[in-house]
């Protein structure tokens, strides 16, 4: 994978699960590993690979390290989306023509 | 985790709104052809044309307020979401398009095309669902 590749990142179930779990606030990598019954080097193994895509930053507190949602790169993510987008405008402007030019 | 809000004013009463969603001959005219049906449970196919028919099934039905249903089942595997809102003299018709995975067969093939530049994703989008 690209180094800093978001979306390479967000394709695995367990980093989108952690990154979920992260928007209720930061959260050490102990307490992540707890919730979803994994082990640590393999929840570090996946925060190393978000923290490289840029979606959590780290900040050490005393022993622990605690993980913070950094929403910026998640624009990117968005931006695949947007011809759906485009799409459904374009659809909703012709069901308004349906509607409004019929006498339904 | 991803999904697409869109709203729109429609001049008209929620029930004639509820119509043109959910009877098959206006579906048709301003989206696609398919055997939609309000009741909660029923599968229907929408022919999306060179995008392929897609398979769906209703999963919420409030009849002139709210209407739920999985769409395109295997590829995209997402859920719309019609709610439909008295204003003033018309309704406020949102879309609420939920559950886009970067990693479902289309969210890859969506972003293969990133690869490719953004207008060139944009072509291909329009060319397959337009």
Same mark, same amino acid.
């Given at each position: 994978?690209?180094?800093g590749d978001v979306f390479a990142a ?95 | ?49 060179t995008w392929g028919h897609q398979e ?22 997402? /859920?719309? /979401? ?48 337009g």
């Amino acid at each position: 994978m690209p180094d800093g590749d978001v979306f390479a990142a967000l394709a695995n179930p367990v980093r989108r699960q952690l990154l979920e779990a992260l928007r209720a606030g930061p959260r050490a990598a102990g307490e992540l590993a707890g919730q979803f019954a994994l082990s640590r080097p393999t929840v570090s193994e996946h925060l190393a690979v978000l923290r490289t895509a840029r979606l959590v930053r780290e900040e050490p507190r005393g022993r622990h390290r605690y993980y913070h949602l950094e929403p910026v790169p998640l624009a990117d993510v968005q931006d695949w989306l947007h011809p759906f987008e485009q799409y459904w405008r374009a659809r909703l402007i012709a069901l308004r023509g349906v509607v409004e030019g019929e006498d339904l | 985790m991803t999904s697409i809000e869109v709203d729109q004013f429609i001049a008209r009463s929620p029930a004639k709104v509820w119509r043109a969603l959910t009877e098959p001959e206006l579906l048709a005219r301003w989206w696609a052809p398919g055997d939609i049906k309000p009741v909660v449970g029923h599968r229907f196919t929408l022919d999306m044309g060179t995008w392929g028919h897609q398979e769906c099934e209703i999963l919420q039905v409030e009849p002139e307020k709210l209407l739920r249903y999985t769409f395109a089942e295997g590829s995209l595997d997402t /859920t719309i /979401t019609w709610r439909l809102e008295p204003e003033g003299v018309g309704t406020r018709l949102f879309l609420e398009h939920a559950g886009f995975n970067a990693d479902s067969p289309l969210g890859r093939a969506a972003i293969e095309g990133m690869g490719n530049g953004w207008p060139g994703l944009l072509r291909r989008i329009e060319s397959t669902v337009g």
